[in-house]
């Protein structure tokens, strides 16, 4: 039963002075939120438009549970793969300790943008083959994003190696 007397009983930690007080810091605190984060924050919502085709993981050898764990203190680690489907093409990637090696597949010449968190922005072009290579690799999260022969754009999530 809580009524006046019940809470008169218990008295609250803060009094009205020290409960605006307290409002008062925390409306001031997003304003302290480093500018780093704020400008992720923009860019994880900005990077693609409605007209993209989402490019999804399909694949990572972090998470192949037939290779995972197998290998010994005298081995070194193997590349590490990842997939990127979509209806139109398909990223392949190896990540090794120097760079990123690309394929898109079905083979074509074409500008690959390559979008980081921190806002830096590299264009790479394919070759013959559909290879290319990044390099050095992106110290950021990034997204890879190209325009295909029939008029598609395709962009791939967040990487983070």
Request: glycine residues 6%.
């Amino acid at each position: 039963m809580w009524g006046a007397a019940a809470m008169d009983d218990q008295k609250p930690g803060w009094d009205d002075d020290e409960l605006m007080a307290e409002l008062a810091l925390a409306l001031r605190a997003p304003g302290e939120v480093p500018l780093e984060f704020a400008e992720a924050g923009q860019l994880a919502f900005t990077w693609l438009s409605i007209d993209d085709e989402l490019a999804e993981l399909t694949y990572d050898s972090a998470y192949d549970g037939d290779r995972a764990g197998t290998l010994t203190r005298d081995e070194s680690a193997p590349l590490r793969a990842l997939t990127y489907s979509s209806p139109e093409l398909t990223f392949e990637l190896e990540i090794t300790d120097e760079a990123v090696h690309g394929q898109i597949v079905p083979c074509q010449v074409l500008d690959i943008q390559v979008l980081t968190l921190s806002g830096e922005e590299l264009v790479v072009t394919t070759d013959q083959v559909g290879c290319f290579t990044l390099r050095p690799i992106p110290r950021t999260p990034f997204y890879l994003r190209c325009h295909t022969a029939v008029g598609i754009d395709v962009v791939t999530n967040w990487i983070a190696i």
